[in-house]
């Protein structure tokens, strides 16, 4: 398939297409065309991606327990005790709004997910960013059971929303570098692109389901990373698209 | 670095040789930012009591009871009794016409005061039984989903995939009645909620699962749209949640606290609408 770079002597616009149609069919392009463009500096793309991982041991959490002794024997009560902690993962230098994609071990699992859990005592965590922070938040609750340390690493994929392009730049091309559309294509950034050996999945559907008081999740790889001995529905997932940065 | 256009082809690397640009792998870019504000309330399951015990005390000081007895009833009183009365007299004796001294009896009545114990029947109050309920909460199974539109993408977009924050707000947090709120490690901070987010839960002794919560952000045709949806089943706590005893023998009603399983959620939306070339 013949594929077109054009860069727009007037209005500065570089665009790369997948045809060897005019030029000007793709100047303003519609939501129809979107398919066709491999790039466009009219439109807004996600680089410049910034990975952060880090392990975190998360402390014991201890049973609330008292004893009341009857005449010839003893019974043990417990107190539920919940808690919240958070934990620095790294450096956020792309800002609060920056999108990004948490992985929890290996598996991409869905924000507020138990990643450990003793009989009726979890612990939950949710990845959060700040605007110069990248953080883990861990909400716990004990009943019968402590919660023995753990050690988790956790891995973010962070993305750069390239919504404006920079300077008057409309193509150039050095010894070292290739910047086109304002610097919204640029050889020192990463971009998302689909691949077979995907860094992560990224999907327009939902990832888990409820019912019968249980949770499945199903991830966008299609594996099942969660799935209660209760839950009583059918959900199959949705099928993602692998990307690498 | 470098730039090829050959072969149908365009390539850019980088520095080290690393591909960052090709058109034969498809790159995708962002076609929409969908900012929207939503709450959502989880309703109350609802739930009833069941008794977890009845028990009972035959022997409670604060339960006292009327009851006849027998017991030693001791009175003064005046006491006649019949029998020999004797006394020692001079009789005269008409045969030999002399006197002699000599005991004299004679059957009658004597009456004295003194005092006189019986056994009785008596009416005594003593500690009597007491009887009580104590009372556990179950919630009731339910299901719940509401789904709302956070915005739309131009038609024939045909979106590839969503990349969503939410800074979500637990304004009213559920619980249960024995273990307290609902485990929630959503923070009032930017999380990632690609596809669905976990928002609450609840376990069972064991380990099940009884109660989940979630939202899921997906598109269904231009529409991004958020659901909520929660399922819980019957959960059945067997801890003293309330109680009551009266006097007698037959235990009381003894309704147990109610559970207020409702949860109320405003969620910030931010969701960037995907799409790879074809």
């Known amino acids: 398939m013949a594929h077109t770079l054009h860069a727009d002597g007037t209005s500065g616009k570089v665009y790369i297409y997948n045809n060897a149609s005019a030029p000007s069919i793709y100047a303003v392009p519609t939501s129809a065309q979107l398919g066709d463009l491999n790039f466009h500096s009219a439109l807004s793309y996600l680089g410049n991606s910034v990975v952060v991982e880090a392990t975190v041991t998360h402390p014991v959490r201890t049973r609330s327990s008292y004893e009341t002794k009857g005449l010839f024997s003893s019974t043990t009560h417990y107190d539920p005790v919940q808690g919240t902690s958070t934990y620095n993962l790294g450096n956020n230098s792309l800002g609060a709004n920056a999108p990004f994609v948490p992985f929890y071990g290996t598996a991409q699992v869905p924000s507020g997910t138990v990643i450990h859990q003793v009989g009726e005592s979890v612990r939950a965590v949710s990845i959060y960013v700040t605007a110069t922070k990248v953080k883990i938040y861990e909400s716990w609750a004990t009943f019968d059971q402590s919660l023995p340390a753990i050690t988790r690493t956790y891995k973010v994929y962070l993305f750069n929303t390239l919504f404006t392009g920079s300077g008057n730049t409309s193509l150039a091309i050095t010894g070292n570098s290739f910047t086109a559309g304002f610097g919204k294509l640029s050889s020192s950034y990463r971009y998302l692109r689909d691949s077979a050996s995907p860094d992560f999945y990224v999907t327009q559907g939902k990832t888990a389901d409820v019912s019968g008081g249980g949770l499945k999740v199903v991830l966008p790889d299609g594996s099942v990373q969660y799935n209660s001995s209760n839950y009583t529905g059918s959900f199959a997932g949705t099928s993602g698209r692998g990307v690498e940065i | ?278």
């Open chain 2, 1 to 278: 670095m470098s730039f090829s256009a050959s072969s149908n082809n365009i390539t850019v690397t980088d520095s080290s040789g690393a591909t960052i640009f090709n058109t034969d792998t498809p790159m995708p870019h962002i076609t929409n930012v969908i900012t929207a504000t939503q709450a959502h309330t989880f309703p109350e399951s609802g739930d009833s009591s069941h008794v977890i015990a009845y028990y009972g005390s035959s022997a409670d000081s604060t339960c006292p009871v009327n009851v006849q007895v027998w017991r030693e009833v001791c009175n003064y009183e005046y006491v006649t009794v019949w029998g020999n009365i004797c006394s020692w007299d001079y009789v005269y004796d008409y045969g030999t016409g002399t006197y002699s001294y000599q005991e004299v009896c004679a059957y009658g009545p004597t009456t004295t005061y003194e005092n006189v114990c019986r056994d009785q029947l008596v009416w005594e109050q003593q500690p009597g039984p007491v009887s009580g309920t104590v009372s556990g909460n179950t919630v009731s199974a339910k299901d719940h989903a509401a789904t709302y539109t956070l915005g739309t993408v131009t038609s024939g977009t045909s979106p590839d995939f969503l990349l969503a924050l939410m800074t979500a707000t637990r304004t009213t947090a559920g619980a249960q009645h024995d273990m307290g709120t609902f485990t929630s490690a959503i923070p009032a901070n930017k999380i990632a909620a690609n596809g669905s987010t976990v928002l609450e839960s609840a376990f069972e002794p064991g380990g099940a699962s009884w109660l989940s919560r979630i939202v899921s952000v997906y598109l269904d045709g231009d529409s991004v749209k958020a659901e909520f949806k929660h399922s819980n089943r019957q959960y059945v706590g067997w801890t003293d949640m309330g109680s009551a005893s009266v006097c007698g023998l037959f235990p009381p009603d003894a309704s147990a606290a109610a559970s207020n399983t409702s949860s109320t959620w405003s969620i910030i939306f931010e969701v960037y609408v995907g799409k790879f070339t074809t």
